[in-house]
């Protein structure tokens, strides 16, 4: 029985990761606990769950340790709890856009929009760790962030069963999720001619509100909306840190408007194209 079960955890969960194997797997059946470590995430997968801009590339995504938790018979309305210690992610601008994604997830099940897609989006997500190193032609930047929660939640961003997280439509369906954390700490250092003393902005506690429309014909996601708040912002620059962090704004907004022509450019392609059965 455990075998099978470990089979099964291998199968979905190799489509996210790149070297997991049986031997990796810790599991006691009977409680639902898994326990995975030192693991390397698909950059593609990733980039695909997390819906990155075109204008990023996601290279590099490790993970030391890792717990999961399933409620085998609350699958329907109880998460799946994901618990990673320490992350480390390595993510570059991209001066050539990447190709937008494709309609179906690598990581869906196929088809209509099925009770394996709901239990992915559903997901409850919590990194004690993370860190992201950022590599641009004008920066480098390393963002460092503490106790980050990634959740379902209702349309009044209350915390609630999964059967409410979500309002489906006769094609399409809205899920509303809440990333979380306590503590960014951003460090930039400027290239080139601006290049000087780093530019540090910390903060503490925001959460990002996230919305997103999805085709229940393919899964594929048709739009999404996000609403940052931030509790508290510190940030003290001199007089040349604040030019170089124009210029930083200047050199990524560059980018943004590239991706976002891009981005209307594939939605008036799609929409001349027919729809599936």
Not at 67 to 81: F, G, M, N, R, S
Not at 189 to 212: K, W
Not at 238 to 249: F, I, S
Request: proline share 4%; hydrophobic share 40%; with cysteine.
């Amino acid at each position: 029985m455990v075998s099978i079960i470990k089979n099964q955890i291998l199968k979905h969960l190799s489509k996210f990761t790149k070297n997991l194997s049986l031997d990796k797997i810790q599991l006691s059946t009977l409680r639902g606990h898994c326990e995975l470590r030192h693991l390397e995430l698909d950059e593609q997968v990733l980039t695909e769950l997390l819906e990155l801009p075109t204008w990023l590339c996601l290279t590099r995504a490790v993970c030391n340790y890792l717990t999961l938790k399933i409620h085998w018979t609350k699958l329907k309305y109880v998460p799946i709890h994901l618990c990673l210690d320490e992350v480390l992610v390595e993510v570059e601008t991209c001066e050539q856009l990447r190709p937008p994604s494709s309609s179906k997830p690598s990581y869906s099940s196929g088809g209509r929009y099925g009770f394996s897609d709901r239990v992915v989006d559903g997901m409850k997500v919590v990194v004690n760790s993370v860190v992201v190193n950022f590599q641009s032609a004008s920066f480098v930047a390393s963002f460092q962030l503490s106790r980050v929660v990634l959740d379902s939640r209702t349309p009044r961003w209350d915390p609630g069963d999964l059967r409410l997280c979500r309002i489906k439509g006769p094609d399409q369906l809205l899920l509303f999720r809440q990333l979380q954390w306590q503590m960014m700490r951003l460090e930039a250092h400027a290239r080139g001619a601006y290049a000087g003393a780093p530019l540090r902005l910390i903060t503490n506690g925001a959460r990002c509100r996230i919305v997103l429309k999805k085709r229940l014909a393919d899964c594929s996601l048709v739009s999404s909306r996000l609403v940052l708040i931030l509790d508290e912002l510190l940030w003290a620059l001199t007089d040349a840190q604040l030019v170089a962090a124009l210029h930083l704004g200047h050199s990524l907004a560059a980018l943004v408007k590239k991706a976002a022509a891009q981005g209307r450019r594939h939605r008036a392609t799609s929409s001349t194209l027919p729809t599936p059965d």
